[in-house]
T-cell receptor, first 113, second 116 residues
Framework: DAGVTQSPTHLIKTRGQHVTLRCSPI?????VSWYQQVLGQGPQFIFQ???????GRGNFPDRFSARQFPNYSSELNVNALLLGDSALYLC????????????FGPGTRLTVL | QQQVKQSPQSLIVQKGGISIINCAYE??????FPWYQQFPGKGPALLIAIRPDVSEKKEGRFTISFNKSAKQFSLHIMDSQPGDSATYFC???????????????FGQGTRLTINP
């Protein structure tokens, strides 16, 4: 069975630009959560999506947004990129929004210059 | 209150030894405590997890010990092998009722090195 997939693997952007990252959850999983992992730290919760609705948001500005599609895949969008947005962006898949088990994808490494 | 504190930051263990990583939390709303293993350039992989009504869980060489009254839990890796060298994260999960979301809060991570 395929695990969580994310694209692209790496991305380099400049300050002020916009970026879109993509995630496909495990087959049968309906919830996708996004996390930001800055180098040397643990992942930080950005938000969770279930049935195309945002279920919760962490302490991140409105520049961060996402959407979930009917096939449960998801896109993370970040506007007006800052140098501090450089991080590994992780997508986690779970069966429902109440599921404790979350399975992570390989991540997208975003570098903002 | 939403923090999970993890120690040590780094750990070096000889092959065959026992690796021990500790975590502490404050929020009693946490109801699930997973450990993740992360290799460089990869996403975290779920290793083992425990619920607060259980004091110990063992899967192969990996054991979680959980002390509910002390709000502490730890990961023990028995017979540590060079292939276990990775960064380990403890985490705690809770259901945030107001937002209707299941959130994972991670510790800061422990970089484990197993010397051959």
């Amino acid at each position: 069975d395929a695990g969580v997939t994310q694209s692209p693997t790496h991305l380099i952007k400049t300050r002020g630009q916009h970026v879109t990252l993509r995630c496909s959850p495990i087959s049968g999983h309906k919830s996708v959560s996004w996390y930001q992992q800055v180098l040397g730290q643990g992942p930080q919760f950005i938000f969770q999506y279930y049935e195309k609705e945002e279920r919760g948001r962490g302490n991140f500005p409105d520049r961060f947004s996402a959407r979930q599609f009917p096939n449960y895949s998801s896109e993370l969008n970040v506007n007006a990129l800052l140098l501090g947005d450089s991080a590994l962006y992780l997508c986690a898949s779970s069966r429902t929004y109440r599921s404790n088990e979350q399975f992570f994808g390989p991540g997208t490494r975003l570098t903002v210059l | 209150q939403q923090q999970v504190k993890q120690s040590p930051q780094s750990l070096i263990v000889q092959k065959g030894g026992i690796s021990i990583i500790n975590c502490a939390y404050e929020n009693t709303a946490f109801d699930y405590f997973p450990w993740y293993q992360q290799f460089p350039g990869k996403g975290p992989a779920l290793l083992i997890a425990i619920r607060p009504d259980v004091s110990e869980k063992k899967e192969g060489r990996f054991t979680i010990s959980f002390n509910k009254s002390a709000k502490q839990f730890s990961l023990h890796i028995m017979d540590s092998q060079p292939g276990d060298s990775a960064t380990y994260f403890c985490a705690a999960s809770y259901y945030f009722i107001i937002q209707g979301a299941q959130k994972l809060v991670f510790g800061q991570g422990t970089r484990l090195t197993i010397n051959p």
